[in-house]
């Protein structure tokens, strides 16, 4: 169960892993034989396996044997997805359904398909109901299996007339077994249809942001999923990005006639963009879509928003301009854009070879299209991508501006750490004078990955002219802080940053709301970076279709809090009381009350 877990859900939450390995809790204890061996009978016997071990496992979680204790809600939900409650609803519950059925599949079937009391035809109409059970990235991850011969006959008559079900056999496997161990990738697994792509709804029918997610969690090859949603060792600083943003609660203003046009409309760095919604830097785009960051840039254009630009981006940056510049759409009337491009912002990382930086800056500012340098910090190491690591790379894998390539070593196959090391680990405070010097005068420079007020303050005093809140979506540093606990951090104890730079902030933003709430707080705009890859799995609409969505969610969110302009958004309009406790009082760089410092070496103490 737990392989399967980590195959299914990488990043699966601790509840969901404690309901996972809790699921068949003591079920020795009641017997098939204790019901009648009908239907009816069966169905009784399951529920009440269910209830029973819901019931025992909250009670061994509760109990003063558990050191720290369990939080009451914890225990709650993990009694609740032992019971899977709302599978159809409960994407952990649905998790759960679809681990149970991939242990059955890859490790019961077929002792159980040979007992002499199964025929055929009930192992038929036992598959067909266990797939029906499965979610989309749930078969993804069965018709990847090595099952034997026999299996696979009756999987293919089980599924039989129902092609649509049937989805592609990537040319990898993902076994958890052979996903631990870099060093000796498994064989193709046998074909188990011949399908005409990957498993993918309609586009239209998606309509939120986690509509996107599990879309490519079904359809994404298992490398480029493990890239793209992976994060830091426990991911603990990819979920409370966005769980602080559920968090805080909203304080909607009632009967303020909310009939009129909405405008979202806005400037970043001096450009005007028709929508605070941006696409922050990502690397190797094509590794979702052969069209990679071109397809991402020509639907910024058609949105009239900014495009952040990776320096491990899958093309150079005159390919995606050009793609750009060639795309019919014009840019919409929001962004004030006048018919000219919607600027294009460059992202950088330091190259170890500061000549290399150098000549890129240069190309950059040629195309006469980029409206600013977005310097990254908060990764002059790549963080410990764990998922990353355990599928092994396609070595062919480039980054051009980069020149960076795609290996496996003896720590793994992350794409993140092995492309990431010509990335300068010696940039400092200083270097910003160096980086001025090689912008043309007047370009603007934001600095991406600040994560404290001390940083924000130092970054105000150094001269940038925006400071961007992130965390890698908490790639880099484990246990880092929620990037909107950091713009409240910045309200607290440097308001006066907000009056001098533009702040912008990304990491979790998933709804409407969170860009709401960012909006309040002091943000000027907004980043989206797995969520916009989510949308490329579709190429450029389905970008465009993603950043539309979330528009139109932030538009509702704001009618329904009785405004229609973002210059009326306000802190007021926010509870925040849930997180206040988690909000650092000073810049200052020390501890509030543990004043201890270490003794220099060789002392006693
Ligand atoms: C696949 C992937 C690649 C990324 N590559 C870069 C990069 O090259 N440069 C950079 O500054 N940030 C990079 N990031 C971080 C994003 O810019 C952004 O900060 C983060 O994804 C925001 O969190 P979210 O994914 O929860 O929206 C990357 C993120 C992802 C998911």
């Given amino acids: 169960m737990t392989r399967w877990l980590a195959a299914r859900s990488p990043e699966a939450s601790p509840t969901l892993q404690l309901a996972c390995r ?27 396996l269910k209830s029973q071990a819901a019931a025992q496992v909250a009670e061994l979680l509760a109990s003063p044997a558990v050191d720290p204790p369990l939080a009451a809600y914890d225990i709650d939900r993990v009694a609740a997805l032992v019971r899977k409650e709302n599978l159809r609803d409960d994407d952990e519950t649905q998790v759960l359904e679809d681990v149970a059925c991939l242990v059955f599949l890859d490790d019961q079937f077929d002792a159980f398909e040979s007992k002499p009391e199964i025929d055929e035809d009930k192992i038929v109409a036992i598959l067909q109901k266990t797939w029906a059970k499965m979610s989309p990235a749930g078969h993804a991850l069965a018709l990847q299996m090595q099952l034997s011969d026999r299996a696979q006959t009756l999987i293919h008559k089980a599924l039989g007339g129902e092609s649509a079900l049937l989805g592609s056999v990537e040319s990898h496997t993902v076994m958890p077994e052979s996903s631990n161990r870099v060093a000796s990738p498994s064989p193709a697994p046998p ?11 309609p586009l239209h029918t998606l309509i939120s942001s986690h509509d996107f997610a599990a879309a490519a969690a079904a359809a994404f090859p298992a490398k480029t999923y493990a890239f793209v949603s992976s994060a830091a060792t426990d991911c603990l600083t990819h979920r409370a990005n966005t769980t602080a943003y559920a968090a805080i609660g909203l304080r909607p203003r009632v009967l303020r006639d909310v009939s009129g046009p909405v405008s979202l409309g806005t400037s970043m760095l001096g450009r005007r963009v028709s929508s605070p919604i941006f696409c922050s830097p990502t690397s190797l ?80 500012a040629a195309f006469g299209c980029v409206g600013g340098v977005f310097l990254t910090v908060d990764a002059p190491v790549m963080g410990k991508r764990e998922a990353d690591e355990r599928v092994r790379a396609d070595e062919s894998v480039r980054a051009p ?23 300068d680990a010696s940039v400092a ?16 420079l934001a600095l991406k990955g600040v994560q404290t007020a001390a940083d924000a303050v130092r970054a105000v005093d150094a001269g940038v002219d925006a400071i961007f809140v992130s965390n890698h979506g908490g790639r880099s540093l484990d246990t880092a802080p929620a990037t909107i606990l950091v713009l409240l951090e910045l309200q607290r104890c440097c308001p006066h940053v907000f009056d001098r730079v533009q702040v912008f902030v990304d990491g979790g933003v998933a709804r409407g709301t969170d860009v709401f709430k960012a909006l309040c707080l002091g943000a ?12 490329l799995n579709y190429g450029e609409e389905g970008v465009r279709r993603y950043i539309e969505i979330l528009n139109e969610e932030l538009e509702t969110t704001m009618r329904l ?23 650092p009082e000073s810049a200052a760089d020390d501890h509030p009350y543990a004043k201890w410092r270490r003794k220099p070496q060789g002392s006693k103490l």
């Avoid at 074909?191 to 709804?201: F, I, R, Y």
């Avoid at 200083?430 to 010097?437: G, N, T, V, Y």
């Fill in 22 to 48: 809790a699921q068949h809790f003591r079920r020795w204890e009641i017997p098939r034989s204790s019901y009648p061996m009908t239907r009816p009978g069966y169905l009784t016997w399951r529920a009440k």
């Fill in 191 to 201: 074909p188990l249809s011949s399908p005409s792509g990957p498993v993918k709804p």
């Fill in 285 to 364: 785009g094509a590794l979702v879509h052969p069209d990679g960051e071109r397809a991402l840039g020509r639907a910024c254009q058609a949105l009239g928003i900014a495009q952040v630009v990776s320096t491990s981006a899958s093309f150079p940056l005159g390919d995606i301009v050009d793609a750009i510049r060639s795309s019919s759409t014009p840019a919409p009337a929001g962004s004030d854009s006048g018919g000219d491009m919607i600027p294009v912002f460059f992202q950088l990382y330091v190259d170890k070879d500061r000549a290399k930086s150098e000549r890129l800056l240069v190309a950059a």
């Fill in 401 to 423: 501006m980069a020149g960076a390539r795609a290996g496996n070593d003896g720590g793994g196959g992350g794409l993140g750490r092995i492309m990431g090391q010509y990335v």
């Fill in 429 to 444: 405070w200083a270097d910003l004078a160096w980086l001025r010097r090689c912008l043309p005068p007047g370009t603007p």
């Fill in 524 to 535: 000027t705009a907004v980043g989206v970076g797995r969520g916009a890859l989510y949308g």
């Fill in 561 to 583: 809090c009785g405004v229609t302009s973002l210059d009326e958004l306000h802190p007021g309009l926010l509870n925040t009381r849930a997180v206040d406790h988690l909000v």
